[in-house]
């Protein structure tokens, strides 16, 4: 009993470990600089080796994902089901394309069991480049509506992604403005 009750304190332990405090300072993620306007956690592994995720209140209640120096032929989050492969990137793709890149990543990346929505695309100016606000919305399988706001651009050649998920019921409302002073901070 003694040696269980350890365990289960070092696997509480370990658990603890996996967030990282990311300061309210600029910061640069793959070659994304950005500033938040407050405290998130980082978590200890990510979807892909260019990627960081960030949370604020739990993975699953709102995620940011930051991910950047995507080179062609290359996707955003790491594949789970070599039957259901996830898009790549491709050097010259028009916005609607990279709107069905991340729909399409998106849908993947759950098993292709979601269908993703359109709400909104937009472009915005980034610096002296053009990027794209692209609002987007899913339900999972047992029913929770999850709303997707992302930042996109390319340079040089390279895809820069910043998106933010959370559940449509409180949890993308709640950060919103945060996440509208992170987009309008990032400099590639």
């Not at 399409?104 to 695309?121: A, D, P, Q």
């Amino acid at each position: 009993m003694k040696k269980l009750l350890i365990i289960s304190m070092l696997l509480m332990l370990n658990a603890c470990a996996a967030f990282k405090l990311v300061k309210s300072q600029q910061t640069t993620v793959h070659g994304i600089t950005l500033t938040p306007t407050s405290t998130w956690n980082k978590a200890g592994f990510n979807q892909h080796k260019k990627s960081e995720l960030w949370t604020k209140d739990g993975l699953g209640l709102n995620e940011l994902y930051i991910i950047g120096n995507i080179n062609e032929g290359e996707s955003i989050f790491k594949s789970h089901n070599k039957e259901l492969p996830l898009p790549t990137f491709k050097k010259g793709m028009l916005p609607n394309e990279l709107e069905e890149f991340i729909k399409t990543s998106l849908k993947n990346s759950h098993g292709g069991t979601i269908s993703v929505i359109t709400e909104n695309m937009s472009p915005v100016e980034l610096g002296d480049d053009i990027a794209f606000r692209l609002q987007l919305s899913y339900f999972l399988e047992h029913g929770l509506k999850k709303s997707v706001d992302a930042l996109l651009t390319t340079k040089n050649d390279k895809l820069y992604v910043i998106m933010y998920v959370a559940p449509s019921l409180h949890y993308a409302q709640k950060h919103q403005s945060e996440i509208n002073s992170i987009f309008e901070s990032v400099i590639i």
